[in-house]
Nanobody, 121 residues
Framework: QVHLVESGGGLVQPGGSLRLSCVAS????????MAWYRQAPGKEREFIAN???????NYVDSMKGRFTISRDNAENTVFLQMNSLKPEDTAVYYC???????????????WGQGTQVTVSS
C-alpha cells in the first residue's frame, strides 16, 4: 500500500503565500518524479511542475517565478512554495509520484487526494 497525503492548503488573501507539502508513505522502494497539479472548478486538471530525484525541475510557463517545487528524498516529501497568489490560483492541488514499490519492478504513478487552496479577500 502506498499513500500520498497533501497538506498546507487553506484560505489566503491575494498576494499571499502558501507552502504545500505531500508525503509519500507505505511500501516504497524508490521515487522517481514528484509533481504538482491543480484543478479549478469546472476545469481540467493541469500540470504545475515536477522535480526529478536528482533535483531537475520543470514548470508550466505561466507559473514560473511564482511557484517553486522542491523535494526531500530522505522524507519522501515534495513541496510547492506558492507566492504572489491570485484568485485564479484557487483550486484543489494534487501531488503525483512515479514510484516503485517493494513488490513491483515497474514504476507506477500514484495521486494524492488533494488539498484545497482558496485565494480570496
Amino acid at each position: 500500500q502506498v499513500h500520498l497525503v497533501e497538506s498546507g492548503g487553506g484560505l489566503v488573501q491575494p498576494g499571499g503565500s502558501l507552502r504545500l507539502s505531500c508525503v509519500a508513505s507505505g511500501s516504497i522502494s524508490s521515487i522517481n518524479t514528484m509533481a504538482w497539479y491543480r484543478q479549478a472548478p469546472g476545469k481540467e486538471r493541469e500540470f504545475i511542475a515536477n522535480v526529478a530525484r536528482g533535483g531537475t525541475t520543470n514548470y508550466v510557463d505561466s507559473m514560473k517565478g511564482r511557484f517553486t517545487i522542491s523535494r526531500d528524498n530522505a522524507e519522501n516529501t515534495v513541496f510547492l512554495q506558492m507566492n504572489s497568489l491570485k484568485p485564479e490560483d484557487t483550486a484543489v492541488y494534487y501531488c503525483k509520484c512515479r514510484l516503485q514499490t517493494t513488490t513491483t519492478m515497474t514504476f507506477i504513478e500514484y495521486w494524492g487526494q488533494g488539498t484545497q487552496v482558496t485565494v480570496s479577500s
